[in-house]
Structures are given as C-alpha cells and as structure tokens.
C-alpha cells in the first residue's frame, strides 16, 4: 500500500510538472512570437521609407542636373583621372578620408558640381547606415560615389562588375523604368567580400521624360542591425537574427558565414515586391533565441 501510494504522489507530481512545463512552453513561445514579429515590422518600415527616399532622390530636378553635369566631366578620360587622383590618390586614402573630400577650395568643375551635393549624401550614409550611394550614368559609369572606392568612374558593365550586385541593379532599374528595383544580399568582392543588398531607381529628366542616370544606394549588415536597435523593449538576454530564403544571416555580418540557422518565423507581413528575396521569401524572419 505505501509503494502504492508513492507511486500515486510521483504520477500526481510528474504530470503536474508537465502541464507547468507546457504552459511556460508556450507563453515562451507566445512572447517569442510578439517580439520577432514587432521587429519584423520594424525593418519593413525602414524598407519603405529606403524606397520613399529613392523615389525623392531619382525625381529630384536640383539631382538630374548635377547628375546631368557631373557625367559630363567623367566622360574626359584626362579629366577622370583628375578627378579620381583628388578622391583616391593611388590608393593611399582609405574610405574615411575618401569621403571627406569634397571639393573645398578647388577650381576643377566637376569637385565645385560635387561640393553642392556630397554633403548631403554624405549626411545621409551615416544617418541611416547605408554602405553607399551612387550615381550611374546612361553608359553605366559611376559618376558619383559618397566613398569613391574602386567603382567610382568605371562602368559596371565591365567583366568585375556586370555580374556584381551593383552591375545587376543598374541593369534592372532600366528594364524597370520609373520603378525601384532590389537586388539581394550577396558577397560583394568590391568591398572586400562583405554582404551587400543594391536598391536603384532611374532619374529621368522631368521635361523631356528621358533617363539621364540611375541613383543606387547598397546597403550591409549594419543597416539591417541599426532598424532592430530602434525596436522598444529589448531584452540584454535575448538576441534577434534575420535570416534570408537562402538561410543566411543578414543581421550579422561576422556571423553570416558560419552558415544556415533555425529560426522561428513571424506571422507573415504584408508583400512588397520591390523587396530583396530575403522579405519576398521568407518575410525578413526575425528570431528571438536565448544567449549562447
């Protein structure tokens, strides 16, 4: 009778720890699932409001005619390697250096054109963690570059750069016309290998209606990184991952190539076809897991 009614306390006991097991369970995943899906339409805001600024850049008149100038000076093969001498020289600046550079006290036509805009470009880059801006001309060449690295004055339909995320904006926002197009993360070997998405959209002469160039603003990890650190109620023991259709990090740049992750997936947020595959297929996946 007492073996009895041990075992009768156990099952008593044991079932009572499964169901506390069970309900923790599923207020962990509950809450889980909150989180991940407010940072999901965290990152969905930052992506229309990069696609309302591309709209306002690519119809902008003050930009068609800077554009319209600048190309100009970047066809004279005597004059582009001026030009690119003042931003590079040989190589001996690195980015930070490159992208203070803007002209000041200089005669050269192209550097005074440039000077009236940079600024603001520049001022955009780190406001919002873009990786880069450009403007492409009609021919391809990147006129324009916020941090004038190996791109800059060449045509993205040379062998290095057609393939590139870069070259296959460019190549769709003309097929596109006045819409912005995206291009997925992917290795950009320009940039030394680091992850970068491409956003581009045509400019267009507001008179004649003809293109005049394309304006591409890339973007890395830290882009993706900055919108979920402006999500409320953030927790120093829990960590948020998004992760593409191809099962990749794109929140983490370190970690990206350590390979695919499991992850809870939020309910799906509403479609937006100008987004890269990563919100097309997988819906930006926000995960919440514990620290590791």
């Known amino acids: 009778m007492l073996l009895l009614a041990c075992l009768a306390v156990l099952a008593v006991g044991l079932s009572g720890y499964r169901a506390v097991s069970l309900w923790a369970q599923e207020a962990v995943n509950e809450r889980l699932g909150v989180l991940a899906d407010g940072r999901a339409k965290a990152l969905e805001r930052r992506w229309d409001r990069l696609l309302a600024e ?68 520049l001022a955009a880059l780190r406001q919002f963690d873009y990786a880069d801006i450009f403007l492409v001309a009609p021919n391809g060449r990147v006129v324009y570059s916020v ?77 993706v990184d900055a919108a979920l650190a402006t999500v409320a109620g953030s927790y120093l023991d829990i960590q948020t991952y998004v992760v593409g259709s191809d099962g990749f990090l794109r929140s983490d740049q370190a970690t990206r190539l350590s390979g ?8 799906s947020q509403p479609s937006d076809r100008h987004r890269p595959a990563a919100s097309d297929q997988s819906r930006r996946r926000a995960a919440g897991g514990g620290r590791p």
């Open 54 to 121: 591309l709209a306002v850049q690519a119809h902008s008149a003050h930009q068609v005619s800077s554009l319209d100038e600048i190309r100009g000076w970047m066809e004279l093969s005597e004059h582009r390697a001026l030009i690119l001498n003042y931003f590079q020289q040989g190589g001996a600046l690195n980015a930070d250096e490159r992208m203070l550079r803007a002209g000041r006290g200089q005669s050269h036509g192209y550097l005074k054109r440039h000077l009236e805009f940079h600024d603001i470009y």
């Open 147 to 223: 941090t004038k690295g190996a791109e800059f004055g060449r045509q993205v339909t040379e062998n290095d750069l057609a393939g590139t995320g870069l070259g296959r904006a460019v190549s769709e926002a003309a097929e596109a016309r006045d819409r912005p197009v995206s291009v997925d993360f992917a290795p950009y070997d320009i940039a030394g290998g680091a992850p970068r998405a491409f956003v581009a959209q045509r400019f267009h002469n507001p008179a004649s209606g003809q293109p005049v160039g394309t304006v591409v603003v890339a973007i890395g990890a830290s882009f």
């Open 260 to 267: 695919p992750r499991s992850t809870r997936k939020p309910r």
